[in-house]
């Protein structure tokens, strides 16, 4: 049996479509609701997790990465171990891409494959995801004058569109023997930057500077953590190191090879996933 944890979320969502009406498949997620195939899986409430893991042979965990990094390290940390304890063979994880690293939430990303590593599970499989093309939408939408002031500089993002993230996440879990003891770098092809993704969208670029968004976004009512991480987003993109460059050359046609096809264009899900009244 396949157990899916994060499946009410925006990534797992898509999973759970993907795996759709298979009766070797559980999802999990903290409010199962009255439908069949859903579990409660809760990694801030522990005592819901021996009975969710029970039976699992496989279990793909979605990271849960909202929080700061003692929160997602104790969730992380929670759920391996009901995984040791259930006898789950294999544990799939999805994590954050190598040339992440300079990113405010690589921590605990690399924290938990740290402890996949040393765990006492047979079998470990780390899907390092590169950041959404729909992040994109979210970071660097034009505003109401047709402006994108997202501050990227001259930088650029290999883009993944989140779906073949998910519709490498569900093969990989559905076989993951010949994926074992594998960290696979998922990186977009194709590296995206202002003036791209401004044309898009019939925009301008005029990128803002990092102190302006700092303040921009602390007077909208984020949650205090989101800020460091979005601005440390924007610097990591501005500086050259989220452009799949960092990766190395083997690595970088692996979503291709791992999808059996092209990966969707990073710049059409950006384009699509902007907000409906951006100009």
Same mark, same amino acid.
């Given at each position: 049996?396949?157990?899916? !944890?994060?499946?009410?979320?925006? %990534?797992?969502? =898509?999973?759970a +479509? /993907? ?20 579990? #409660? ?9 021996a ?5 699992? @042979? *496989?279990?793909?965990?979605? &990271?849960a ?8 390290i104790?969730?992380? @940390? ?5 995984? +040791?304890?259930?006898?789950v063979?294999?544990v ?10 300079? =990113? ?7 924290? *938990?494959e /740290?402890?996949? /590593? +040393? ?5 470990? *499989? ?6 959404y ?9 034009? @505003?109401?004058?047709?402006?994108? $002031? ?11 569109? /989140? ?7 569900? #093969? ?12 696979? +770098?998922?990186?977009? @092809?194709?590296? =995206?930057?202002g003036?791209?993704?401004? &044309?898009?969208?019939g ?9 302006e968004?700092?303040? #921009? ?15 440390? $987003? ?7 190191? %989220? ?10 046609a692996?979503l #291709? !090879? =791992? %999808? ?7 710049? *059409?899900?950006? $384009? ?8």
């Amino acid at each position: 049996m396949l157990l899916v !944890t994060g499946a009410s979320g925006g %990534l797992g969502t =898509l999973i759970a +479509e /993907r795996l759709a009406g298979r009766d070797d498949v559980v999802l999990g997620t903290r409010d199962p609701g009255a439908g069949g195939g859903r579990r #409660r899986i809760d990694f801030d409430v522990p005592d819901t997790l021996a009975e969710g893991f029970s039976g699992a @042979d *496989t279990v793909l965990l979605v &990271s849960a990465g909202y929080g700061e990094d003692d929160t997602v390290i104790a969730r992380h @940390d929670a759920a391996i171990a009901a995984a +040791e304890k259930a006898g789950v063979r294999h544990v799939v994880y999805t994590s954050l891409s190598g040339d992440g690293d300079h =990113l405010p939430y690589a921590l605990a990303h690399r924290w *938990t494959e /740290r402890r996949l /590593r +040393e765990s006492s599970l047979a079998a470990w *499989t780390v899907l390092r995801n590169g950041l959404y093309a729909e992040l994109l939408a979210f970071l660097a939408a034009p @505003d109401a004058s047709g402006v994108i $002031t997202a501050p990227l500089a001259g930088g650029r993002l290999a883009a993944v569109a /989140r779906a073949d993230l998910a519709e490498v996440a569900a #093969r990989v879990a559905l076989d993951p023997s010949p994926h074992a003891g594998r960290t696979y +770098e998922l990186v977009g @092809d194709v590296a =995206l930057g202002g003036r791209e993704l401004a &044309s898009a969208a019939g925009a301008s670029y005029v990128p803002g500077t990092l102190a302006e968004t700092r303040s #921009r976004l602390s007077a909208s009512g984020a949650v205090p953590f989101q800020v460091p991480m979005l601005v440390g $987003t924007y610097a990591a993109i501005a500086a050259g190191f %989220l452009d799949g460059s960092g990766v190395p050359a083997a690595d970088r046609a692996t979503l #291709r !090879t =791992l %999808l059996g096809r092209a990966p969707r264009p990073a710049l *059409t899900t950006y $384009t699509q996933a902007l907000p409906t009244d951006a100009p």
